[in-house]
């Protein structure tokens, strides 16, 4: 399975607070990846450094290396908006321009050079046929996209995100804002829309059922860093980092009937200001050593494709 973004060895810090510290990881190719984790635990970070997003946010340091294919992301002379063309974005809550439904999917085109008004139609008409919405919009194409309901405001960021074929889309919490009754044809829309151009999808969401829907590989970070990665099924089956298995024991039981203990991590999560030393579960973890308070643990692969980063499963653990 080959790799569309890699990650190495990447770091990133808001002034002095660290938001991502060493993440390697491998995007594979026209599968869906998910980040899961704490509020305030670098998953948007992460993928906002994949097509420069945080270049608008000030104060922002940036270390190590991400790639586009054989692209340095963050080469000098990189010209941003083909970058974003190529690794497009569809945001929690829906963004679109405050003007017509046609010039909010014609904007992207136009600002790529193209000007034949034929063509522009039919960019329009595919791309929102290609989010279901055209049914829907057809007659009021000139009408302020602002006056559309939630749901149809985020099918038209979708299809916004599509009129210039991305090979991959990043979907930081898509459904989040939505109506429950909208979510699940949201949902649906991108696994065809993933099926019909074979797109690579980079997905967050805190619905850990819609993860486990939706996922091919699920990442699970913390603090930072990347603690666990998996196969979907392989994290929900057989978690083995702490952090993971406390989080998925979160889950409600499918039955009323089955009892299910959550496990509690206490104290709080710490602050990432200042070096960061040592495990960054540490302070939380009922198996922590000194040798987790000392060091980091990288993440190492345990089963086929199922890595950890966790002292537990390393054999050297009682040097």
């Known amino acids: 399975m080959s790799s569309i973004v890699t990650a190495k060895d990447l770091c990133l810090w808001y002034g002095t607070a660290q938001a991502l510290n060493n993440i390697n990881i491998e995007i594979p190719e026209k599968n869906i990846t998910a980040f899961i984790g ?4 670098g998953k948007s970070t992460f993928l906002k450094t994949l097509n420069r997003m945080n270049d608008l946010i000030p104060g922002v340091k940036i270390t190590g290396e991400v790639r586009y294919g054989e692209q340095d992301v963050y080469a000098s002379g990189l010209d941003v908006n083909l970058l974003r063309k190529e690794i497009g974005m569809v945001f929690q809550k829906p963004n679109p321009f405050p003007m017509s439904i046609y010039d909010n999917i014609a904007y992207g085109p136009r600002t790529h050079g193209v ?93 850990l059922s819609v993860i486990r829907h939706i996922s091919d590989r699920i990442a699970i970070m913390y603090l930072g860093q990347v603690v666990e990665l998996c196969g979907a099924e392989g994290i929900y089956d057989s978690p083995l980092h702490p952090y993971t298995q406390a ?18 991590l206490p104290g709080d999560i ?50």
């Not at 704490?38 to 635990?41: A, L, M, N, R, V």
């Not at 989080?247 to 509690?264: G, H």
């Open 247 to 264: 989080l998925l024991s979160a889950i409600p039981p499918a039955s009323p009937f089955e009892k299910k203990k959550a496990i509690e």
């Open 270 to 319: 710490p602050s990432p200001i200042g070096d960061q030393v040592g495990c960054p579960l540490a302070s939380r973890c009922p198996h922590c050593t000194d040798r987790c308070r000392r060091e980091c643990p990288q993440l190492t692969e345990q089963t086929d494709g199922h890595q950890v980063a966790c002292f537990l499963y390393d054999k050297e653990r009682a040097r």
């Open 115 to 207: 000007r034949n008004k034929a063509k522009l139609d039919d960019i329009v008409e595919r791309s929102l046929r290609g989010a279901a919405i055209w049914d829907e919009v057809k007659d009021r194409l000139k009408k302020n996209a602002l006056g559309l309901s939630g749901g149809q405001q985020q099918r038209l960021c979708i299809a916004r995100a599509l009129e210039v074929m991305p090979e991959v889309l990043i979907c930081d919490e898509p459904v989040s804002a939505l109506d429950v009754s909208i979510q699940a044809q949201v949902l649906n829309l991108f696994g065809k829309l993933q099926k019909e151009f074979g797109l690579t999808y980079v997905f967050i969401s805190h619905d």
């Open 38 to 41: 704490p509020s305030g635990c």
